[in-house]
């Protein structure tokens, strides 16, 4: 809501905060926006375990003031809580078969695809992806053929409308 008088009010100044007085406050973002605004985006990955509010403060050509608007925010996850690999390629260092997970969290409804890769590393290290599923599903059929080479790991990430989770759910393959 504005504030009733906005005759020298320029900006609204937007942070993220640790308490509700925003004694400790980080920018993150777009953080000055002009009077008319009445949306802002918050980038992804913003630490929810540190900052748990949000802070607008309204700006004039003089200045910030001093006390703030300040709303508490709720964070929301969607994580993989299993997933499995069947290689059903019958060539030795080729690869080919069902993916399946289990997706849960209470951002389910933010997830608009899950993305399959093969990877040098856990952490996704010379990642290549090999699929992508639509929310909803939790299977893709990786085509046969596929040859391995130095990617030992297949992940699979959780994909919004704005950003790829940072965490990958990994594991490692052996193909005998």
Known sequence: TPPLDLTLVRYYSFYVATDSTASTR???GTS????????????????????????VYTKSDLGEQTTPFVASFVDTAAILASFSFLDQDLD?????????WTALGSAMSV????NVYFA????????????????????????????????????????????????????GLFDS
């Open 111 to 114: 997830v608009t695809h899950y």
């Open 120 to 171: 040098s590393s856990s952490l996704g290290f010379n990642k290549k992806q090999v699929g992508q599923a639509a929310a909803g599903t939790n299977e893709l059929e990786i085509e046969p053929d596929f040859v391995q080479g130095t990617r030992l790991y297949l992940l699979v990430n959780i994909q919004s409308a704005i950003d790829e989770a940072t965490g990958n759910a990994a594991i």
């Open 92 to 100: 030795e260092t080729e690869l080919g078969g069902p993916v399946s």
């Open 26 to 28: 980080s920018r993150e």
């Open 32 to 55: 000055d926006v002009p009077v008319g605004t009445n949306e802002l985006f918050l980038p992804p990955d913003v630490s929810a375990f540190t900052y748990t509010k949000f802070a």
